[in-house]
């Protein structure tokens, strides 16, 4: 693609007291794709959002949303993205209506087209029928939904979804990952950090994997997973079983002996399900059956133990754990 | 006068003046805020029911005991309720600072930050939507206060003078709250710390009783602090007598208060975001 990128982030920096939220990222996210940040809690994911949004002036470092500069030209790029933060922040006083309407406002939307935008935003986010009950009467899934159609209203070439199904159940979070590649076929750039490998392979074209403010990956979905190894196939045999039998079988089937931990015979399966197919059917036929079995993805766990040595554990209550999303004292100088 | 350009999104983007852009901003705001009241009406309810005990207790418990120390021939409900105006705005502005780190809490400051909104315009919603329930309150007061016995001496327009120099000085108290409640981040703070400050400025003030009847040392205080001067100067445009000094003392310190923490208020919210 020659077009310009949506995105250009160069070496940004930015330190809390003695933390360093972020220690150089660069980031290049192509238009009119989804582009995923993936990283455990404090990783400096949304601190990376909070900067390309304006919010936050970087300590070093330069980013362009769209050819505009995002300190000395916030107010452009202002006017050319949404957010939807971790937070269901929308006015709980408000009916979702009313708050849809307001965010159109102050997104200085030509008035005439703030009703019917907030009338069809209530009908693809399916709050129709709660549309003009106070904010306050939602459910968590409801208000987050909301929250990600408030940051619509006025249809941002670029848009940032900062862990948008935080708190969704399965239905909800497809629902919104459905709406997410609507956008994006209609050439919304959308910027999705996310705790989940498996949003990030649903939804992201490209994506990087960020830990203590840098970036330690960065590729499609199916690059890193290869990379890492890919899926797991696991079968774990019953006790009348002979494991040695069952190895030599698979063996056969794979081309290299599986790993064996006791009963638990583990092997990489570079091809997803087909291999197991084969694997299960050569078992079959030999009469020996599994007591269980088990395709794993690989988890960001294993992303992160297999990147970094250590595992993905929540290194600070930084990104999710506070109310307003940032450790104590955390302050910017000068968001302007 | 908007006139219509597709700019940047692609829903078409109100041209609007810098200007023109700080009224919508500002009115949106406001608005927003004042549903707040009208969705949580125990909001409002509780900020009217407190004066109204107060102006039923001191005119009916402690009054008999007050009359002595008046002026002679003055009505003490004459001389309550300017103190009751006054006194209704001031525990109506810590409004500010709670609602404030609320919104902050929330996120919702956040979501504000990335919209192309003027900066100033969340506090001039926050404090404009409490001017505007600061008006309904001290017309809700007066009439209290009628119904209790209070007579305006002057005429219509020292009343409606006094009401406009309550409400502004309630609109200047808002900021210094809108400043604290950014800068302690939590509504329940907030709502704690206001009451050591605010204490002092409303009881040890000429606001229920005369000075004279207080010790020594607190008279100075108690005859030229902020809310006393508030009061002095409104209790002369509904009851008479000399009125410029004291007017000219009330504007002073709203002034005062607005000078400072208009600009400390907007610093501050810049940097709790």
Redesign the interface.
């Known amino acids: 693609m020659s077009e310009a990128p949506a995105i250009l982030a160069e070496g940004l920096v930015k330190t809390y007291g003695t933390t360093t939220a972020l220690a150089g990222l660069d980031l290049t996210v192509p238009a009119g794709t989804v582009y995923g940040l993936l990283g455990p809690n404090g990783a400096g994911k949304t601190t990376a959002v909070r900067i390309l949004s304006t919010i936050l002036r970087p300590d070093g470092g330069r980013a362009e949303v769209l050819g505009k500069d995002v300190v000395r030209q916030a107010a452009a790029v202002r006017r050319r993205i949404g957010l939807a933060g971790q937070y269901a922040a929308v006015d709980p006083n408000l009916t979702g209506r009313e708050n849809l309407r307001l965010m159109g406002r102050l997104a200085q939307v030509e008035p005439s087209y703030i009703p019917p935008r907030a009338d069809e935003l209530l009908r693809s986010f399916d709050l129709v029928d709660a549309g003009d009950r106070p904010v306050r009467t939602y459910s968590g899934g409801m208000r987050r939904r909301l929250d990600v159609a408030a940051s619509l209203v006025q249809k941002p070439p670029v848009l940032f979804l900062d862990e948008p199904t935080t708190g969704l159940d399965l239905q909800s979070r497809q629902a919104l990952w459905n709406t997410i590649r609507t956008l994006v076929h209609e050439g919304t750039t959308v910027i999705l950090t996310t705790q989940y490998l498996e949003e990030a392979d649903q939804l992201a074209d490209d994506l990087v994997v960020i830990d203590h403010g840098k970036i330690i990956a960065q590729g499609t979905a199916g690059e890193l997973k290869r990379n890492l190894g890919g899926t797991v196939i696991e079968l774990t045999m019953g006790e009348d079983t002979d494991v040695d039998r069952a190895i030599s079988l698979v063996g056969a089937v794979t081309g290299s002996e599986p790993e064996r931990q006791g009963a638990l015979l583990r092997m990489p399966s570079p091809d997803g399900s087909h291999l197991l197919t084969q694997m299960l059917r050569r078992l079959d036929d030999e009469g020996v059956q599994p007591t269980a079995v088990a395709l794993r993805e690989p988890s960001l766990d294993d992303v992160f133990l297999a990147l970094t040595g250590h595992a993905a554990e929540e290194e600070q209550a930084s990104e999710n754990g506070q109310g307003n999303g940032k450790p104590k004292g955390r302050r910017n100088r000068r968001a302007s | 006068m908007?006139a219509?350009t597709v700019?940047?999104?692609?829903?078409?983007?109100?041209k609007?003046s810098t200007l023109a852009?700080e009224f919508?901003?500002g009115r949106?705001m406001i608005?927003?805020n004042l549903?707040?009241y009208k969705?949580?009406p125990q909001l409002l309810v509780f900020s009217t029911i407190q004066p109204v005990i107060f102006v039923l207790m001191f005119t009916y418990v402690f009054g008999g005991a007050i009359k002595n120390s008046l002026p002679p021939g003055m009505n003490y409900v004459d001389y309550l309720m300017p103190g009751i105006f006054v006194q209704t705005v001031v525990f109506g502005s810590l409004a500010a600072g709670v609602g404030l780190a609320t919104d902050?809490?929330?996120?919702?400051l956040?979501?504000?930050?990335?919209?192309?909104?003027t900066?100033s315009s969340v506090l001039v919603g926050r404090t404009g939507a409490d001017a505007t329930r600061n008006i309904f309150v001290v017309i809700l007061m007066f009439i209290v206060g009628t119904i209790v016995g209070f007579r305006v001496h002057t005429n219509v327009f020292g009343l409606l003078a006094s009401m406009a120099l309550v409400v502004y000085f309630g609109y200047a108290l808002s900021w210094i709250f809108a400043t604290l409640g950014l800068a302690v981040?939590d509504p329940e703070t907030a709502q704690a710390a206001a009451f050591p400050l605010l204490a002092p400025l409303v009881f040890a003030s000429v606001a229920f009783v005369p000075a004279t009847s207080m010790p020594g040392w607190l008279q100075p205080w108690a005859n030229n602090q902020p809310v006393s001067s508030v009061v002095l100067a409104t209790r002369a445009l509904v009851n008479g007598g000399p009125t410029a000094h004291y007017v000219f003392w009330a504007l002073f310190w709203c002034t005062v208060v607005l000078v400072i923490f208009v600009p400390l208020g907007v610093r501050t919210y810049?940097?709790?975001?």
């Open positions: 908007s219509t700019e940047t999104g692609r829903l078409p983007v109100a609007r852009k919508n901003d949106a608005g927003r549903i707040a969705r949580v902050l809490k929330s996120g919702l956040e979501r504000f930050a990335s919209l192309p909104v900066r981040k810049r940097r709790a975001i």
